[in-house]
Nanobody
């Protein structure tokens, strides 16, 4: 299976920027899609952004125009650049990936452990 390791979280003030990254390792033939989700205290995990291998991108309405997702297929890494951060962006950000270990294998998915992003007002 794939191991996903997030990094780059931290504490910033409202209006500032932060970039989180997620590197995938393990038995990987191909990563078909990678995404970011987030979970704030006492709330359900919610979708933030996703990007496919072919660079099809989707964003949650709440982050459109502020967040940018990108990926480096050669490094099996996905990035989330977050600009104009708001206190309501405070959450644990989780990386998600759908991958295959061989051309004939079924697709499987996995989650990272999460990285904390805190935005102070």
């Amino acid at each position: 299976q794939v191991q996903l390791v997030e990094s780059g979280g931290g504490l910033v003030q409202a209006g500032e920027s932060l970039t989180v990254s997620c590197a995938a390792a393990g038995r990987i033939f191909q990563i078909n899609a990678m995404a970011w989700y987030r979970q704030a205290p006492a709330k359900q995990r919610e979708f933030v952004a996703s990007i496919t291998r072919g660079a099809n991108i989707n964003y949650a309405d709440s982050v459109k125009g502020r967040f940018t997702i990108s990926r480096d297929n050669a490094k099996n890494t996905v990035y989330l650049q977050m600009n104009s951060l708001k206190p309501e962006d405070t959450a644990v950000y989780y990386c998600y990936a759908r991958a295959k270990i061989s051309v004939a294998s079924p697709e499987y998915s996995d989650w990272g452990q999460g990285t904390q992003v805190t935005v102070s007002s």
